[in-house]
């Protein structure tokens, strides 16, 4: 108990989230979250720690580098949460006889990668998943990919953009150009950077990889002028029908995505008025589970960018500025009146004001105004002596410095509208 | 990629919350964070992992060994989180002059202990705390005190008592009767069980200690007549003010607390409605946040018995019943139809109607029905041709079996008001 802290710090690669912060992200969440349920997603959660069994030759060989495990006190291998598919995998077979034919979930949770840590990217982060398992049709894409859209504009997003692709185009538009050393996913992965390196790189890349230059600009091409499949037709349609505006969801026959797993649709959220990246994607990959767990079970969602979301929303102005957690500080006026001051906070409580007390009796009330200022409290109320007299509560805006003498219902009228 | 599972199960001591439990979980949660707020209290989230010298030698001995440490590839040692006050001790240090005056924090994360796992008691289970750090005025120990019951009212417990103690009381009732051998702290943790074993075990317990019978009754005896401070009697008077029902809060001489950091006020929820253990207690711990981490700074708080809570409030049938994530379920009769099913589920979902739609163009109503039912989704909606002819839509009562032919609007009405 009497061992003092070296120097006061996190690990590299981990962040502390003071309360400023924290509100932000948990604005996201609850924004995201409200859109999931309406959606009929249903939440989920599992362990922070596995059998490192679990996790280890999931991912390939060069993510097993990046599971954090360790023996335990009983020998056990554990590995502490990569990802949400391997454990929900292990969940759609472990309780496969509970769960629904359709099994709707999301999946909110930190995990933990032991990867060099740089400019945003964190070895604990916060992975957002909505999925839907046991269902291959048309329908279940249109569900993620409009749940996914009302998502964003339930953050406030003005613009939202959905490009979408299906990998059985891109399969077949590629598969005349594979060869003995380059395999359709490898292409995809060259096409996958198209909007990030441009044209030029890519195709140097593809001779590269050992395509000759007249193939590898033919490959481009063909891409471009791809014809969309029927089942991605009714994928938007079906989208559209559940809400998705006719403008914001576009056929990206380049689209390409970078992971091998994906079977079919695939798709891509773009926020047209941040540029740092994409903040989601996701797809169809109907034989992963069977992959990863052995149940055989189609499925399709989204994994969403959750830091990056939160950046977005507060570049752009669209998370609620609340640099406290108070609307309103109740100062002690003196401990003579002390109850009216309790009576008050307690009113202003029951009431929905979210309110601190100042929590002390005897400090001069300039004191406790600055004590709010610095806090960022917006509004301070007094009773003193003089407003206890005649039953009303003197309200200090903190910003303008105006302040006004009202009754209760006033009050908390005012601290209500103006948060 | 190819691996297969072996046996799908989690660690020993380790949970699953499928949607049913989770969707509990969060509701106790969110139930609790509506009054933190309220209080003033503002969220902290601190890493899952640290540094295992952090952690280590802060617990005691005995604890020592329960905390997970491991060494990661940079050779650091790296421990779990074991509790939320010691990294909050670190955060106290570390953001020294970020951090207000009053530093009110609640915290709710999940926490590691390598414990014997056994009935109630689990490896990785959730903390939720909330402190008020850098006030030793005794109206901060009401705003915890106050803020603790109003949470406990939230959820809807009807019966919520607080038993209130000050240790100061029982540190000078206790004094005479120490010696080299019993401490005041060792006399503490034998009173603390008077409730759990009575008070002839306690005596017992006493005398094995080294007291003579005599000086063991005179003990238990001189506790249950002790007279309240002044301290306690301002704190207690506060919390009334602050809305504890006068009824609701008592001055328990003989409540004692096992944890030996406490300096001052000492205080525990107990429900009579649930009699499986306390769901939370606290005080004030005026000296343990200098020990921890070097920065001398009083402070007072609760830990609440989290998994208690969702039990308690579970078994008095406070949550809500909801066995699936939506409200209705709208069916698809068949592709034809398929944009009315669409612009169903999109306006109910605009209107705030938890809606999942049936993910398939070619199924009988009838298995569509069996679905819902099977899911315990309580109503399901039909737009068919007869339906779309007369712009209505056809719910039906799963429970009841009851249906009707309404429009939207009623529809809407309907589902908002019987979720």
Redesign the interface.
Known sequence: ??????K????KG??????EE??K??FIIQRIKQVF???????????????A??L?????DEAD?LV?T????GK?Q?G?RFDQTVPT???L???QN?????F??YQIQ?V?R?DKPQKGRF??FTQCDID?FG?S?P??D??IV?CTY?AFKNIGFKQVKIKINDRQILFETLKPFTNKTVDVFSLIQSIDKLNKIGAEAVISELENKGLNKNDAQKVLKEIGQAKTSPSLKSIIE?AV???VAKTDIQFSPSLARGL??YTDMIFEVVLPEYTAGSCGGGGRYDK?IA????VDIPAVGIAFGFDRMVEAADQLGLIPEQK???QVLVT?FSPEY??QS??L??RL??A??????????NVRLDKQFK?AN??GIPRVAIVGPEEIRANIIAVKNMKTGEQETISLEKTIEKLITNG
């Open positions: 108990m009497t061992k003092k802290m070296q006061p710090q996190t690990l981990f962040r502390d989230f003071l309360p924290k509100r992200r948990d349920e309406l959606f009929g997603f249903e939440p989920l959660e599992t362990p922070t720690l596995e059998y069994g679990l280890l030759g999931k991912y390939g580098k954090y360790f023996t335990d006190r056990r554990i502490l995998a292990r969940i077979a472990q309780y509970q769960l629904p034919k359709y709707r979930r930190n933990f032991a070895r604990e839907i269902s049709s329908l279940a249109a569900e409009s009302w079906a029908g559940l809400g091998d797993y992963l992959q990863l767990g052995g406290s957690g108070a002690v002390l109850t309790l009576q906070a307690s409580r029951q929905g004001v979210k309110t601190e007390l100042y929590p002390d009796t004590y610095k806090k």
